[in-house]
T-cell receptor, first 114, second 114 residues
Framework: NAGVTQTPKFRILKIGQSMTLQCTQDMNHNYMYWYRQDPGMGLKLIYYSVGAGITDKGEVPNGYNVSRSTTEDFPLRLELAAPSQTSVYFC?????????????FGPGTRLTVT | AQSVTQLGSHVSVSEGALVLLRCNYSSSVPPYLFWYVQYPNQGLQLLLKYTTGATLVKGINGFEAEFKKSETSFHLTKPSAHMSDAAEYFCAVALETGGFKTIFGAGTRLFVKA
């Protein structure tokens, strides 16, 4: 199993540009999550999904959108990039059967908006 | 509201010394507690978790943590630090509602001196 994969690893965007961060998992997990990590701030939840076709907002959803058309894929869309979106983005998945389980993380995407 | 507090953003120990990373949580319901480790330029990976049962939990790489309900704590320890333990450590509490969202602490960076 490859686990959770994310592309790209690095990206530089200009203010106002858009992009999609890709996330794929091959563990057949029903729950998937997107986080951003800023220095000294831990991880903040952007969006999550409990299954294909179902998504919901997390703590910091403004400026982002997601979709979940399949169990495997959970892309994160940035519209009109702003410098405040400079961060490291992590995708995670979890089986979440019978109660909260640990999350499995991808390697991250480091995004800079200038 | 649920929250996680990690005392000390940076901890420095000598190789062979005791490692103690502190975590306190607040939760209105019995918590599911986790410790994750993040090595440079990588995603988070699970060290150990507490769900129910035995309050002393053993994890990978010689780490363990004890759930103390009366103190609302879940401190992480390792008897003897190794250079390879240098990383950032995150304490987290998972909620049994709303998509099993996980709240992460701000993280503690562990430095190990030779």
């Amino acid at each position: 199993n490859a686990g959770v994969t994310q592309t790209p690893k690095f990206r530089i965007l200009k203010i106002g540009q858009s992009m999609t961060l890709q996330c794929t998992q091959d563990m057949n997990h029903n729950y998937m999550y997107w986080y951003r990590q800023d220095p000294g701030m831990g991880l903040k939840l952007i969006y999550y999904s409990v299954g294909a076709g179902i998504t919901d907002k997390g703590e910091v959803p403004n400026g982002y959108n997601v979709s979940r058309s399949t169990t495997e894929d959970f892309p994160l869309r940035l519209e009109l990039a702003a410098p405040s979106q400079t961060s490291v983005y992590f995708c995670a998945s979890s089986p979440q059967t019978g109660g909260p389980h640990e999350q499995y993380f991808g390697p991250g995407t480091r995004l800079t908006v200038t | 509201a649920q929250s996680v507090t990690q005392l000390g953003s940076h901890v420095s120990v000598s190789e062979g010394a005791l490692v103690l990373l502190r975590c306190n949580y607040s939760s209105s319901v019995p918590p599911y507690l986790f410790w994750y480790v993040q090595y440079p330029n990588q995603g988070l990976q699970l060290l150990l978790k507490y769900t129910t049962g035995a309050t002393l939990v053993k994890g990978i790489n010689g780490f363990e943590a004890e759930f103390k309900k009366s103190e609302t704590s879940f401190h992480l320890t390792k008897p003897s630090a190794h250079m390879s333990d240098a990383a950032e450590y995150f304490c987290a509490v998972a909620l049994e509602t709303g998509g099993f969202k996980t709240i992460f602490g701000a993280g503690t960076r562990l430095f190990v001196k030779a």
